[in-house]
């Protein structure tokens, strides 16, 4: 009888191995799948990022009064609202790896990838930002002040674009070195 127990008792626990250590690897092709995904959307808003300039040089090619400026202000906001919309649906499938488990280094990588995409939305909302006062300044003619506010644009600008960059080197080591 004290052996029949032994059996059981070892066979339980080899039940409970074999499903712990599928339930592993469910969670990795998983994360796999998701971190797939999250990073189309992603390149979709890398994408978009990189047509900010020609969509701006597009808009305000030609403009010469308040009325045009405001009006390709208006269009070029439009664009940035679906940027930053495109890194939500991103940030989202980024966080689903980030709910799984045994996925560590995916984890890692989405979180890098959630800092790269809310930096990048901080970067749009900057744009926003400027285009609004600068659209002020124009309609009130003010040329100094609005060379003010492009050296101070330039300045935030530049830093949110290095802490990207820093950010994408990191998460592009970690997918090569963990073979992501």
């Keep these: 009888m004290k052996r029949l127990s032994t059996v059981l008792l070892a066979g339980i626990l080899i039940l409970v191995l074999v499903a712990a250590v599928s339930g592993c690897g469910g969670d990795t092709k998983q994360a796999k799948e998701y971190t797939t995904e999250a990073e189309s959307l992603a390149e979709d808003v890398q994408t978009s990022v990189n047509e900010i300039p020609t969509k701006f040089q597009d808009a305000f090619a030609g403009v010469t009064d308040p009325t045009q400026y405001a009006a390709a202000a208006k269009e070029v906001d439009a ?7 495109d890194a939500d649906k991103a940030i989202a499938q980024f966080e689903k790896v980030e709910s799984l488990n045994g996925v560590a280094d995916y984890k890692e990588y989405a979180g890098l990838w959630i800092q790269i995409l809310e930096l990048a939305k901080q970067t749009v909302d900057e744009m926003q930002t400027f285009i609004s006062e600068s659209t002020n300044l124009v309609n009130a003619g003010d040329t100094a002040g609005l ?3 492009k050296t101070s644009f330039d300045t935030k600008i530049n830093g949110l674009v290095e802490e990207i960059t820093s950010l994408e080197e990191e998460a592009n080591k970690l ?4 073979d992501l």
Excluded at 79 to 85: G, Q, R, S, T, Y
């Design 79 to 85: 664009f940035l609202e679906d940027i930053k919309d």
């Design 147 to 149: 060379e003010t506010l």
């Design 175 to 178: 997918k090569s070195d963990k």
